[in-house]
T-cell receptor, first 113, second 112 residues
Framework: DSGVTQTPKHLITATGQRVTLRCSPRSGDLSVYWYQQSLDQGLQFLIQYYNGEERAKGNILERFSAQQFPDLHSELNLSSLELGDSALYFC????????????FGSGTRLTVV | QKEVEQDPGPLSVPEGAIVSLNCTYSNSAFQYFMWYRQYSRKGPELLMYTYSSGNKEDGRFTAQVDKSSKYISLFIRDSQPSDSATYLCAVRRGSTLGRLYFGRGTQLTVWP
């Protein structure tokens, strides 16, 4: 167990729907990162939050949004879902902005049908 | 051009073999280099981390960076079936931990 908890583990939903993915970082970690992993694109950075504030944004679609709450857990909201949004969504966390790398959760597998 | 290019394989080797995994990156601004290992249905875990050109060894694993040619490698000696996983290289720009750029990953199978 990495200490980063993601729920749900699996999600199947229809096109056009909206889903929320949840991430609880390791105890004490202030930064949360969201990544999307698909077979054709690999791991793509979506967004980073640090202590509740957005720190960096990557290849995140306008249909996607995220936030980090005062208790430091984070949610990734995906709306108007398309078949191409089917992927593994990973959350990672780190203590501060310094360090070697961050700790990933086990991911949420999203299937859009 | 993607920031990091990695041959996805798959790579299949017998137990005990030496495995060589490679990536190239496009931007000399990348200063920090990592290798992650990802088992099936799990998140990536940090395996090796290096900053400078040269070699870094950790047990059976050696990470090598050649900044002049923008080439990074991971060598696994005496490979074991438990090494079967996907290996992802990753790079980042500065000392502040933030966005990582990943290769697509190389799927490795070590058969007994």
């Amino acid at each position: 167990d990495s200490g980063v908890t993601q729920t749900p583990k699996h999600l199947i939903t229809a096109t056009g729907q909206r889903v929320t993915l949840r991430c609880s970082p390791r105890s004490g970690d202030l930064s949360v990162y969201w990544y999307q992993q698909s077979l054709d694109q690999g791991l793509q950075f979506l967004i980073q939050y640090y202590n509740g504030e957005e720190r960096a944004k990557g290849n995140i679609l306008e249909r996607f949004s995220a936030q980090q709450f005062p208790d430091l857990h984070s949610e990734l909201n995906l709306s108007s879902l398309e078949l191409g949004d089917s992927a593994l969504y990973f959350c990672a966390s780190s203590l501060t902005g310094r360090g070697k790398g961050y700790t990933f959760g086990s991911g949420t597998r999203l299937t859009v049908v | 051009q993607k920031e990091v290019e990695q041959d996805p394989g798959p790579l299949s080797v017998p137990e005990g073999a030496i495995v060589s995994l490679n990536c190239t990156y496009s931007n000399s601004a990348f200063q920090y280099f990592m290798w992650y290992r990802q088992y099936s249905r799990k998140g990536p875990e940090l395996l090796m981390y290096t900053y400078s050109s040269g070699n870094k060894e950790d047990g059976r694993f050696t990470a090598q960076v050649d900044k002049s040619s923008k080439y990074i490698s991971l060598f696994i000696r005496d490979s074991q079936p438990s090494d079967s996983a996907t290996y992802l290289c990753a790079v980042r720009r500065g000392s502040t931990l933030g966005r990582l750029y990943f290769g697509r990953g190389t799927q490795l199978t070590v058969w007994p």
